[in-house]
DNA sequence: GGCCAGGCCGGTG
DNA sequence: CACCGGCATGGC
């Protein structure tokens, strides 16, 4: 099992994905977003309302918070917690989310994935979903798709265990970051569900799954 | 109608 | 350290 060989068998299979999608657009093949202040907050605030929650929900509360003109921080700030709540509900465990979305408000330190996991509903996957999609730092973001596709590859481990993984086994570059979790989401939603299509896999030829 | 979704927190053993 | 219940809503 070689990552290098699996990105590109997925990638092959996939082509560019567009990540991280602003206004509900997929911008393929273009690593410029964000392209300003406003666009990276909203990756921000996207990343906090997909935990553990599908993407077509966040959209629409995104949509809601867009209509109101509130893809911005000053505004938020001045908004009740208990209000945004009731904005965001689409996107599920929303008083939650609220919550977390305020403490990412008075976050005011320089950003690294320490202090970002100093923020009370800040964990891993949203601290270095936030450091390679917001800030185009080359953290690997590995998540319950990334663990599920690589155990039935045959890898096993913690968050930080895989994390490291493809680290020390990819360059350092934010655009390869970018598309292959990007690709690792596509391929586990198209095939490598929790009952997977196992027949028209990829990448079965090299996969250890058997159902 | 049941299962699952681009997690995280707080508590327990 | 590993595991668990709670958190909420909508798509399929």
């Known amino acids: 099992m070689n ?13 560019p994905q567009g990540w991280w999608p602003i206004n509900n657009k997929y911008s393929k093949g273009d690593y410029s977003i964000p392209r300003n202040e406003k666009e990276e907050f909203e990756i921000i605030l996207g990343a906090i309302l997909t935990q553990s929650t599908s ?11 867009r209509k109101n003109k509130l893809i911005d921080r000053n505004k938020l700030e001045k908004i009740e917690e208990t209000e945004l709540a009731k904005l965001i ?8 989310k609220a919550k977390k979305i305020k403490e990412y408000l008075k976050f005011n330190k320089e950003i690294t994935r320490e202090t970002l996991l100093e923020i009370w509903g800040f964990g891993p ?4 979903s936030v450091l390679l999609y917001a800030y185009k730092k080359p953290i690997f973001v590995v998540d ?3 663990k599920r ?7 096993e481990g ?3 265990e895989l994390q490291n993984l493809f680290h020390t086994s990819l360059t350092k570059d934010y655009k390869l970051f970018n598309e ?25 030829k090299i996969c250890l799954f058997k159902s």
Not at 7 to 14: F, G, K, R, T, V
Not at 125 to 128: G, K, P, W, Y
């Open 3 to 15: 990552l290098n060989e699996v990105y590109q068998i997925l990638y092959d299979e996939y082509g």
């Open 180 to 204: 292959y979790h990007a690709l690792i989401v596509e391929h586990a939603k198209q095939h490598c569900k929790t009952q997977p299509l196992c027949e028209s896999c990829c990448l079965k």
């Open 125 to 128: 996957e949203t601290a270095d």
């Open 144 to 146: 319950a798709y990334t």
């Open 149 to 155: 596709i690589f155990s039935r590859l045959g890898v």
């Open 158 to 160: 913690s968050y930080e």
């Open 89 to 96: 509900k689409h996107s599920g465990y929303n008083n939650q």
């Open 55 to 65: 993407w077509k929900n966040v959209e629409k509360s995104l949509d809601i918070l």
